[in-house]
């Protein structure tokens, strides 16, 4: 795999891992805030965007609203499910509420969706309440390559 970026949850900070030290120490170069912390981070429509387009590991996004009773459901869940899969898969958060436009960009029907995306572009999606075992099962199955 080539180089690694990494976009700052905290700042939008764009960053570049080096290669052979630990991802899960590494700190942002812009507000020394650490890049993985071993859980979601709710972000706005900028920095959601920059991790779409920057990163180049494999970003999960959950779009959930503060009214839906599912999504607080599932938020404990993510939030066990970053802990298994950072720093290998970035796990943030878009409250489609607050971000009605990217929501809507993005094809939103029902809540909580979570979207892969790898490289800019969407892998998978997957809409409906989860446990942390099938996050993490769900997630590591779409981004295994495909059997020869």
């Known amino acids: 795999m080539g180089e690694k970026i990494v976009v700052c949850s905290a700042c939008g900070g764009i960053n570049r891992l080096a290669p052979g030290r630990p991802p899960a120490a590494a700190k942002c170069g812009k507000c020394g805030r650490r890049l993985f912390n071993a859980r979601p981070t709710d972000v706005d429509g900028p920095t959601f965007n920059l991790h779409r387009r920057r990163s180049t590991l494999p ?75 099938q996050i993490v099962r769900w997630t590591r199955a779409r981004l295994r390559p495909p059997a020869a």
């Open 59 to 133: 970003v999960l996004v959950d779009v959930w609203a503060p009214w839906c009773g599912p999504c607080r459901m599932m938020a404990p869940a993510y939030e066990v499910a970053a802990r298994e899969l950072e720093p290998d898969v970035v796990l943030i958060k878009l409250n489609s509420e607050d971000e009605q436009e990217i929501a809507a960009e993005l094809g939103i029907r029902s809540i909580p969706t979570m979207i892969l995306f790898q490289n800019g572009r969407e892998m998978a999606r997957q809409s409906g309440a989860m446990s942390s075992g």
